[in-house]
């Protein structure tokens, strides 16, 4: 098993910026790729950023330039630092663990609203 907590998460005006973290634990030494995916209301939920044991990254085109995704081994943690964050960036973030087998794991998410 593996267990993912999320935080960050809040309320920020359009432009401004918001850093999200996932720390991990439990069964993650087989891990594959990391990342957030996020669900807006009435929309289906989406891949926001994505990045591999190999550092290689996905990133949804409407957050390249704007998010960036990166991990520090030694705390388990993935981070999410959204800058020039836009309303349609609001939703539930979701963290996200691609085990080889494969297993996939996700967070209880975290909410993003971005309002005037």
């Known amino acids: 098993q593996v267990q993912l907590v999320e935080s960050g998460g809040g309320l920020v005006q359009p432009g401004g910026s918001l850093r999200l973290s996932c720390a991990a634990s439990?069964?993650?030494?087989?891990?594959?790729?990391m990342g957030w995916y996020r669900q807006a209301p009435g929309k289906q939920r989406e891949l926001v950023a994505l990045v591999t044991t190999a550092d290689r990254t996905t990133y949804a085109d409407s957050v390249k330039g704007r998010f960036t995704i990166s991990r520090d081994n030694a705390k388990n943690t993935v981070y999410l630092q959204m800058n020039r964050l836009k309303v349609d960036d609001t939703g539930v973030y979701y963290c996200y663990r691609l085990l080889y087998g494969p297993e996939e794991y996700w967070g209880q998410g975290t909410q993003v609203t971005v309002s005037s």
């Open positions: 439990g069964r993650i030494f087989s891990t594959y790729a």
